[in-house]
């Protein structure tokens, strides 16, 4: 994502120089050309919109086949922490477009075998996915199995927002890394370590690995209250393990990209 949030600024820093005006989903798409062309990367939409259409208070619910978006209040009774494990990762090296072959590859078999249309994954139920994988290889049939749950798991997650039930929505967080660890195959020692970790601690609310892994860091749901004490407990907790402390800051959602008139 930090990719992602450079193209962005970059993008709206040339736009006003250059007095060239477009929308958001355009200059997205942009950004995701260049992670395509330029560094070999088959990403999708999430980062460049995200980072371009953030609320303060609020969390970013996108569809990506209409590709529109909406804002979903996260409340005042939550905050994020943000864990760099500084764990390396390089998604060009091949290991994440691997993962989006697999699922395209799982896709047109679910095409081929149920009974309505099937596009992509989000076509696909988790039921369908246990009554219909067979024919597929266990691999592949386990990478297409964690974007079909995601897509589950997002549309629950933005009712239990709705319904103020954070303790359910950080369930969900759980539950996306588990998947992520043992279907998708894209965490690694370092993020699991830091997941582990924080189910131990009191006051966290949900924890899952963010990005495209790897790598990189976690992401962990507490209250605003139990944010110092968590923080401190996590960074203790991977320095017993690795060494050295994980970085971990306290973070809020806020604005998207946008330009400061001085």
Same mark, same amino acid.
Do not use: N, Q
């Given at each position: 994502s930090s990719? =992602? =949030?450079?193209?962005?600024? &970059?993008?709206? !820093? @040339?736009? +006003?120089?250059?007095?060239i005006s477009v929308d958001t989903v355009t200059l997205a798409k942009i950004g995701q050309k260049a992670e395509l062309v330029y560094a070999g990367c088959k990403c999708g939409l999430l980062d460049q919109i995200s980072s371009l259409a953030g609320q303060a208070g609020k969390l970013v619910k996108t569809d990506f086949r209409s590709v529109t978006y909406e804002n979903v209040d996260l409340g005042k009774e939550a905050c994020f922490l943000m864990c760099n494990t500084h764990a390396k990762h390089a998604l060009v090296d091949g290991a994440y477009n691997k993962l989006r072959e697999a699922c395209e590859q799982a896709a047109a078999h679910f095409a081929k075998v149920l009974r309505h249309p099937v596009h992509a994954l989000r076509d696909v139920s988790m039921a369908e996915w246990a009554l219909y994988k067979r024919g597929l290889p266990e691999a592949v049939a386990n990478r297409a199995a964690h974007?079909? %749950? #995601?897509?589950? +798991?997002?549309?629950? %997650?933005? #009712? @239990?927002? !709705?319904? %103020?039930?954070? !303790? %359910?929505?950080? =369930?969900?967080?759980?539950?996306?890394?588990? &998947? &992520? +660890?043992?279907?998708f195959e894209n965490s690694c020692e370092e993020l699991d370590a830091v997941v582990d970790a924080a189910k131990k601690i009191p006051g966290i609310l949900g924890v899952r690995m963010t990005g495209g892994g790897f790598g990189g860091s976690v992401v962990v749901l507490v209250h605003p209250r139990d944010a110092e004490t968590a923080a401190a407990a996590l960074a203790n907790a991977y320095a017993a393990k690795f060494g050295q402390p994980c970085d971990v800051s306290v973070i809020t959602p806020a604005a998207g990209a946008h330009i400061v008139k001085a």
């Open positions: 990719s =992602a =949030a450079l193209e962005m600024c &970059s993008g709206l !820093a @040339l736009g +006003r120089l250059y007095g974007p079909i %749950g #995601e897509d589950e +798991r997002v549309l629950k %997650g933005a #009712e @239990l927002l !709705a319904k %103020g039930d954070l !303790a %359910g929505f950080g =369930a969900l967080m759980f539950d996306s890394h588990e &998947s &992520s +660890r043992h279907l």
